[in-house]
């Protein structure tokens, strides 16, 4: 059950990023342009993506979410290098070719030399997250 | 800028708030998409299975708009392999290294009023900005 609503759920949500324009890194782009010909209309992707996510936070109906589980109680406030760095990383590679995680999946779907080689440095890049942190918990392991 | 063109960016939302949301309904988590890649390839505990179909899904989905809605998709990706690749890389060790992307920390994190999200989000825009405005018009094409 959890596994096929993931399932339709990922479709939805391939399918409104390719509404939305965020599978077109030309859209992407010209959206982070400023200085130049700025188009704003992916600004109105997550003004309408943030409140439903946040009406269903709030929601919450009954004790325990619809498959079981738990309802989550910690929101994370706290800021440090990880967060800032990371974030400034992700960033420039997103402003580089004006595809984030998401999109970079649902524009396999059409099966392109330039799609492939996003995928795969971006597996690249997550693994040696992986073996960075490795490192980091050995040397500290607090 | 007119109404026509605001509804694929408005309905698109929408329908990927419905998706997050959704999933946060019936599940009590968060799917952001760079955690979910991350899932899969480390083969998370109890976790990879569902990240594996929420993937296959956007997949799936990507296939069902190159058949359906082509335009929605780039047929090439307008930069050279060698830059792809190191945006690739970027992407993928930041977004780790942030605990977020677009998704994670731009819809689910301030979707939940999270004041780290909301930093990590500013933080990306602004170095994707800068990158954007240093191709484009100091390097410039």
Redesign the interface.
Same mark, same amino acid.
């Given at each position: 059950m959890k596994i096929i609503a993931a399932l339709l759920l990922g479709v939805v949500f391939a399918l409104g990023l390719g509404l939305s324009g965020m599978t077109r890194p030309e859209v992407v782009l010209g959206f982070l342009d400023f200085a130049g010909a700025w188009n704003p209309a992916l600004m109105f992707v997550m003004c309408s993506a943030i409140p439903v996510f946040l009406i269903s936070w709030k929601l919450r109906p009954g004790p325990r979410p619809l498959l079981g589980g738990a309802w989550p109680d910690v929101v994370r406030h706290d800021l440090d290098r990880q967060v800032l760095l990371g974030s400034a990383l992700f960033g420039i590679g997103w402003g580089l070719a004006g595809v984030c995680p998401g999109p970079a999946i649902t524009i396999l779907g059409r099966p392109t030399a330039g799609a492939a080689i996003f995928v795969a440095c971006m597996l690249a890049g997550m693994f040696a997250y992986r073996l960075l942190d490795a490192r980091r918990a050995m040397q500290d392991p607090a | &800028?007119d109404i026509e063109?605001?509804k694929?960016?408005?309905?698109?939302?929408?329908?990927?708030?419905? %998706?997050?949301?959704?999933?946060?309904?019936?599940?009590?988590?968060t799917?952001g998409?760079?955690g979910a890649?991350?899932g899969v390839? #480390?083969g998370e505990r109890g976790e990879a299975?569902?990240?594996f179909?929420?993937?296959?899904?956007?997949?799936?989905?990507?296939?069902?708009? %190159?058949l359906y &809605?082509?335009s929605?998709?780039?047929?090439?990706?307008?930069?050279s392999?060698v830059?792809?690749? @190191?945006?690739?890389?970027? #992407?993928?060790?930041?977004?780790? &290294? %942030?605990?977020g992307?677009?998704?994670g920390?731009?819809?689910?994190g301030?979707?939940?009023?999270?004041? $780290?999200?909301i930093?990590?989000?500013c933080?990306? &825009? @602004?170095?994707?900005? @800068?990158?954007?405005?240093i %191709? $484009?018009?100091v390097a410039g094409a």
């Open positions: - | &800028m063109t605001l694929g960016p408005l309905l698109g939302g929408l329908m990927i708030g419905a %998706a997050t949301g959704g999933w946060f309904l019936l599940t009590g988590k799917a998409c760079s890649i991350y390839m #480390v299975a569902w990240k179909a929420f993937l296959f899904g956007l997949l799936l989905g990507g296939v069902g708009l %190159a &809605m082509p929605a998709l780039p047929e090439s990706i307008h930069s392999y830059l792809i690749a @190191a945006s690739g890389l970027l #992407v993928g060790l930041g977004t780790r &290294m %942030a605990g992307c677009t998704s920390h731009g819809v689910c301030i979707g939940r009023l999270s004041r $780290r999200s930093v990590a989000t933080t990306f &825009m @602004a170095t994707a900005a @800068a990158t954007v405005f %191709a $484009r018009h």
